[in-house]
């Protein structure tokens, strides 16, 4: 869920691979709902409705991943002062630290998301519920399709570690 297509795009294309590479069916959410399915909020029922239809075209599970937030943040990049059992004085503090006045890199500021993925299951006779949530900070992507690849690789693994997901042994 966002709404930059090509981060959507680049995203379900990349965890879409991973599964097949472990004989696990998966379809991109852009290939299974209209385009239009998020011009509008839904309801509950709609959405029951959804996963009816999912039901019917046999799916067995919804893999829902989306950025739940994000925050800046700002780190020194120096330590605190030492304190030497608790006697020091003010020159020594003063010229250990001067440099924060002239040092531009003394601050970084930086960007963390929240991504969370979550995975339903929607099988017929069987209580439609969560079966497993992962959550995970990703700091400062400079690269999105890094970023991509490393969340892909990161959900699928913690799928198979899980057993939601494996390659069979032949």
């Known amino acids: 869920m966002t709404q930059d297509q090509n981060a959507r795009n680049t995203f379900e294309k990349q965890l879409q691979k991973e599964f097949e590479k472990r004989d696990v069916e998966a379809w991109k959410s852009l290939d299974v709902f209209d385009i239009a399915f998020t011009d509008s909020k839904k309801s509950e029922q709609e959405l ?3 996963e ?3 039901l019917d ?3 067995d599970a919804i893999l829902f991943t989306k950025i739940t937030g994000s925050e800046n943040r700002e780190t020194f990049l120096k330590s605190v002062s030492r304190w030497e059992n608790g006697q020091t004085r003010f020159n020594d ?5 001067q440099g924060i006045y002239f040092d531009d890199t003394y601050y970084e500021n930086f960007k963390i998301y ?3 993925t979550t995975l339903y299951c929607i099988c017929e006779g069987k209580e439609r519920a ?4 992962g959550i995970i900070e990703i700091m400062n992507p ?3 399709n890094k970023a991509i690849n490393d969340y892909v690789k990161l959900v699928v693994t913690a799928l198979e570690e899980q057993d ?3 390659i069979e042994d032949f």
């Open 142 to 144: 400079s690269n999105v």
């Open 57 to 59: 075209k046999g799916f």
């Open 114 to 116: 929240y991504a969370e």
């Open 52 to 54: 009816q239809s999912l």
């Open 93 to 97: 503090d003063y010229l250990t630290h």
């Open 164 to 166: 939601l997901i494996f």
């Open 130 to 133: 969560m079966i497993w949530r």
């Open 48 to 50: 029951d409705n959804v």
